[in-house]
């Protein structure tokens, strides 16, 4: 990764950012605690953007048709989160896996 990909990723993000903060303050709290939900377990399609892309995109949308948010993704952040990325890989489950592998080649 280049120093000119470098300064491309922070733009993108800095954009992206904004338009999180052109969303409704009820909008801005979940779409926080999601992104913080995400950091934490992490998805592996979390790396490309596309996953928080898409959600702020479904965000805009349900503010566009005057819903709340809480309409849009029901009471349960958690699982409004995990519903998304349920076939998806997490760094948990690649570590998860090479640990397994670590100690099944230990044991032989």
């Given at each position: ?81 995990d ?18 592998k ?7």
């Amino acid at each position: 990764m280049g120093i000119r990909d470098i300064i491309e990723g922070k733009r993108e993000w800095r954009a992206h950012m904004a338009r999180v903060k052109a969303l409704p303050p009820d909008y801005q709290i979940v779409y926080k605690e999601i992104q913080k939900y995400y950091f934490k377990i992490g998805p592996v399609e979390l790396v490309d953007g596309s996953l928080l892309s898409g959600i702020l995109d479904f965000f805009e949308e349900g503010v566009a048709a005057e819903k709340g948010v809480m309409e849009l993704i029901g009471t349960d952040v958690a699982t409004f989160c995990d519903e998304l990325v349920k076939d998806s890989r997490t760094y948990v489950d690649i570590y998860q896996e090479s640990v397994s592998k670590e100690v099944g080649d230990g044991m032989k």
